[in-house]
């Protein structure tokens, strides 16, 4: 890293840290993510230029997968048993919210139609970004539009699960505090075991590392206990960080017609993934904090980091998102590729 980007990245954490505690302060659901994202991306519409190093991001994936393993306990291997159904659901659930916001972006703002496809993807940004590179679409327009969605469902969620009374006020199982070296071994080995994940194309595969080496070694017996708040609070807040600084350096002629687009998408899929959220809990009988939150097509370590930040199943969360991000890995360049061969 050079001296501007060590200087970018100083500025980004300041900014986020007090966006943290000013959101704590107000008392904001998930105040850790929320604060930083929501200062952050004031400050990149000031025009300052903002970033997270790759290396830190890539690290607080890992221990959130690591948090998310340590809550599959027994307890959790049972009522895993009633998630079949939601998984079964949740796939048309992806296909009617992507339909639904490429219906919105062909007709009500006149994108062509691969753009409008590759925005309308409710979810894996990154996967979507290399797409858009290899075909012709306005890929800024496609960026722009996914960052919002990001970003709008990191704010709008949390507070939707508070209004509505959906906070759980106490974590599904108490745990004491993993031992320093044990945790260190732990982050040591699901960095590597995500690094042969990341060689086989998996989705999220730093934070899959962490899911891994975290379940098979609660499970088994071999460690005991969770991530320190003090390590998990800063993660939280970079996490923001990243989430807020992705318009960071996009020019406001951009902005423009997009992000309207982006808040507009995202309403509408916010609204659809609540309602099918509200049949998935009455059917299966998952509470609704967990269903909203699995079904919320926001990024999977976000969503990952505020199911254990609100006290919900992170191992039902996580499983959700995993597996629409795996869906939407095979369907986005099925529905690309049939578009290009009827041009």
Not at 90 to 111: D, N, Q, S
Request: glycine share 8%.
């Amino acid at each position: 890293m050079s001296k501007t980007d060590w200087r970018e990245a100083a500025v980004t954490l300041l900014i986020g840290a007090a966006g943290a505690v000013l959101a704590a302060f107000l008392s904001f659901p998930a105040p850790y993510l929320l604060g930083p994202a929501l200062l952050l991306t004031i400050a990149s519409f000031a025009g300052l230029k903002l970033s997270v190093p790759d290396w830190m991001r890539n690290i607080c994936f890992v221990i959130v997968g690591i948090t998310m393993g340590t809550s599959m306990t027994p307890e959790v291997i049972e009522a895993a048993k009633t998630w079949p159904a939601s998984f079964l659901l949740l796939i048309p659930a992806v296909i009617l919210i992507f339909y639904a916001g490429y219906a919105v972006l062909l007709k009500t703002f006149g994108y062509d139609r691969q753009t409008a496809m590759l925005a309308a993807s409710p979810g894996h940004l990154s996967f979507i970004i290399s797409l858009g590179v290899d075909s012709r679409c306005d890929v800024v327009t496609v960026s722009i539009i996914q960052s919002v969605r990001v970003l709008a469902l990191t704010l709008t969620v949390p507070f939707i699960v508070d209004v509505f009374g959906l906070v759980s006020s106490e974590p599904p199982v108490v745990l004491g505090d993993m031992a320093l070296p044990v945790l260190v071994v732990a982050i040591v080995a699901s960095a590597a075991i995500g690094f042969v994940f990341l060689k086989l194309k998996f989705p999220a595969a730093l934070l899959l590392g962490g899911v891994a080496v975290s379940i098979s070694t609660h499970v088994t017996g071999v460690v005991h206990g969770g991530v320190p708040e003090w390590i998990t609070t800063p993660v939280y807040v970079v996490l923001g960080c990243m989430i807020g600084s992705r318009f960071s350096g996009v020019s406001i002629m951009a902005l423009r017609t997009a992000f309207f687009a982006g808040v507009v998408v995202t309403l509408l899929v916010t609204v659809a993934a609540g309602a099918i959220s509200l049949f998935v809990s009455w059917l299966t009988g998952v509470p609704l904090n967990a269903v909203l939150i699995a079904f919320a097509p926001g990024g999977l370590e976000t969503m990952a980091a505020m199911a254990v930040m609100m006290h919900v199943d992170a191992a039902y969360v996580g499983s959700h998102h995993v597996l629409r991000l795996l869906f939407l890995s095979a369907f986005m360049p099925f529905v690309t590729r049939r578009n290009r061969l009827s041009e």
